[in-house]
């Protein structure tokens, strides 16, 4: 009976950290599912404003409206690439947590072995490549959150820069 209970101490941890996983997984879709839905709203946009600058007059493809659209698809070009690497981090960071989650099923599967097979360095080994993988994970979502906002950045240079041109052509 004590042997029963130490396997079951000893499963405990690696079903905690597919807990833990489990959370941060959902956070990351979650996550995922925003910037992916925020770099659709993007293109969608910059679509409607090649729509508007293709339907300018030829005569008013010089004017300040056609300048401003075409700085406008500019920005969002800009916007797109960056939202767009930030989905390539959140992508990598979920994938590390499920192969986390991975890594500590075959660890409680090791570890429930380990009473009749000595396969415990195995289960340690498998235990150790998870918290690796999981420190990955943490790390690409560290990364994307260093990214977070950047779009607002360049949409406030990008009215910077229009203010300033349009101060220009003022005088």
């Avoid at 994938?95 to 097979?117: E, N, R």
């Avoid at 949409?155 to 052509?169: C, G, I, Q, V």
Wanted: with cysteine; glycine share 6%; aromatic share 4%.
């Amino acid at each position: 009976m004590p042997q029963v209970f130490s396997t079951i101490q000893l499963l405990v941890a690696p079903v905690v950290m597919i807990s833990a996983c489990g959370l941060l997984c959902l956070a990351l879709y979650n996550r995922l599912a925003a910037i992916v839905s925020r770099a659709r709203g993007f293109i969608k946009e910059q679509f409607d404003v090649f729509s508007r600058l293709s339907h300018l007059p030829l005569e008013q493809q010089t004017s300040v409206e056609a300048r401003l659209l075409r700085k406008r698809v500019g920005a969002l070009d800009r916007q797109v690439n960056d939202i767009i690497r930030r989905a390539h981090l959140m992508r990598g960071a979920v994938t590390c947590m499920l192969l986390t989650i991975a890594c500590m099923l075959i660890c409680s599967l090791l570890l429930g072995l380990s009473t009749w097979v000595n396969v415990g360095p195995a289960a340690l080994g498998v235990f150790t490549l998870g918290l690796l993988v999981m420190l990955a994970g943490v790390g690409f979502a560290l990364a994307e959150l260093m990214r977070a906002i950047d779009p607002v950045m360049v949409e406030m240079a990008s009215l910077r820069e229009t203010d300033h041109e349009d101060a220009m052509h003022d005088h």
